[in-house]
């Protein structure tokens, strides 16, 4: 009994110190993590940023190069292979008509057409990275959110037909505001970036909410 007795004395608990030093391990391994994450999260947005603008400032380049519109560029495809170098290898063109047709397109993206011609209009001309030849979704260059980037003039999430947006899909809630704060006015209806349902296939035509949900991801279309 004595023997049982005095190991039992001999056990004793953590100390308050000790205690407390345990939490606060803890909680600088939680807050890293966390913190972490929101850099990670970060630098997505600013790449995102980063992208519509560059796109833009591209798109302007290059029309202001051939006076026309990547992708709508024409009006027929010898018009474009005849200007040699990477455009010998280009099989797509446009109508010349100022805009691009089709939809704007983002998980899977268009087979064919204007919207697959816009990419390979501006990599041909050397104004973004990538092969001229790409094909099909292929082709579409992706975003910082695991989707693409899809290219159109028809009405997308509330803004209108007949101007050249820029859209991305998969884009947290969180990201999209960060995304509408730097480029616009924070709010998912209004002004030149807006924000609409994830759909698999298409932008949709309407524009979503008065505000961004955290939870919700958004497809987000920047007007040129």
């Not at 990599?123 to 959110?145: D, H, K, Q, V, Y």
């Given at each position: 009994?004595?023997?049982i007795?005095?190991?039992a004395?001999g056990?004793?608990g953590?100390?308050?110190?000790?205690?407390a030093?345990?939490?606060?391990i803890?909680g600088?391994l939680?807050?890293?993590?966390?913190q972490?994450?929101?850099l990670?999260?970060n630098?997505?947005?600013?790449?995102?940023?980063?992208d519509f603008?560059a796109?833009?400032?591209?798109?302007?380049?290059?029309m202001?190069t051939?006076?026309r519109?990547?992708?709508?560029d024409?009006?027929?495809?010898?018009a474009?292979?005849g200007?040699g170098?990477e455009?010998?290898?280009v099989?797509l063109?446009?109508n010349?008509?100022?805009?691009i047709?089709g939809?704007a397109?983002?998980?899977?993206g268009p087979?064919?057409?204007?919207g697959l011609?816009?990419?390979?209009?501006l990599?041909?001309?050397g104004?973004i990275?990538?092969s001229?030849?790409?094909?099909?979704?292929a082709?579409?260059?992706?975003?910082?959110?695991?989707?693409v980037?899809?290219?159109?003039?028809d009405a997308?999430?509330?803004l209108?037909?007949?101007?050249?947006?820029?859209?991305?899909?998969g884009?947290?809630?969180?990201?999209?505001?960060a995304?509408?704060l730097e480029?616009?006015?924070g709010?998912p209806?209004?002004?030149?970036v807006?924000a609409?349902?994830?759909?698999?296939v298409?932008?949709?035509?309407?524009?979503?909410?008065v505000?961004?949900?955290?939870?919700?991801?958004y497809?987000l279309?920047?007007r040129l």
């Amino acid at each position: 009994m004595k023997n049982i007795s005095g190991a039992a004395k001999g056990q004793r608990g953590f100390t308050l110190i000790e205690i407390a030093i345990v939490l606060v391990i803890v909680g600088l391994l939680l807050g890293g993590v966390l913190q972490g994450q929101q850099l990670i999260e970060n630098s997505r947005v600013r790449a995102a940023v980063n992208d519509f603008r560059a796109i833009s400032a591209a798109t302007f380049s290059y029309m202001d190069t051939y006076s026309r519109l990547p992708g709508d560029d024409g009006p027929t495809l010898v018009a474009l292979t005849g200007r040699g170098g990477e455009w010998a290898t280009v099989t797509l063109f446009g109508n010349t008509d100022g805009q691009i047709g089709g939809v704007a397109t983002t998980a899977f993206g268009p087979t064919s057409g204007e919207g697959l011609a816009f990419w390979s209009h501006l990599r041909a001309g050397g104004f973004i990275s990538g092969s001229e030849t790409a094909t099909g979704a292929a082709a579409l260059p992706g975003n910082p959110f695991g989707g693409v980037i899809g290219i159109a003039s028809d009405a997308a999430v509330g803004l209108a037909a007949g101007r050249t947006k820029l859209c991305m899909n998969g884009v947290p809630g969180t990201a999209a505001l960060a995304i509408d704060l730097e480029m616009d006015d924070g709010l998912p209806h209004t002004g030149v970036v807006r924000a609409g349902t994830n759909a698999a296939v298409a932008a949709p035509t309407a524009a979503l909410g008065v505000a961004y949900v955290q939870a919700t991801p958004y497809i987000l279309c920047y007007r040129l």
